[in-house]
């Protein structure tokens, strides 16, 4: 499985973003799809998570209600929609995916774009 991120930039305070992960695989019915962040000096964080079957999403607190995963399953996309962004959303954003049901840490990933940079100014 290849990933490719895209979509980040720059944004004020309390605008949006959407963030995009292109998926080349034959399916991806069994696979769950995550967004992550790193912020310099920092761990890599998880934002989000959708069950490619179903479509079921998990957040954490910190972006839960600003932030929303959904999937194409045509064009074979995972999609971050970024709204009400803070100055600390800051970092650099991956996608990531796994052929099990929903790891919430980075290392229950197996699959990884590249990072792509979104910066929220004050």
């Known amino acids: 499985v290849q990933l490719q991120a895209s979509g980040g930039g720059l944004v004020q305070a309390g605008g949006s973003l959407r963030l995009s992960c292109a998926a080349s695989?034959?399916?991806?019915?069994?696979?769950?799809v995550a967004w992550f962040r790193q912020a310099p000096g920092k761990e890599r964080d998880l934002v989000g998570v959708?069950?490619?079957?179903?479509?079921?999403?998990y957040y954490p607190d910190s972006v839960r209600g600003r932030f929303t995963i959904s999937r194409d399953n045509s064009k074979k996309t995972a999609y971050l929609q970024m709204d009400n962004l803070k100055p600390e959303d800051t970092a650099v954003y991956y996608c990531a995916a796994a052929d099990r049901k929903r790891p919430l840490t980075a290392s229950g990933y197996d699959y990884w774009g590249q990072g792509t940079q979104v910066t929220v100014s004050s």
């Open positions: 695989a034959r399916s991806l019915s069994n696979f769950a």
């Open positions: 959708i069950r490619w079957a179903g479509g079921s999403t």
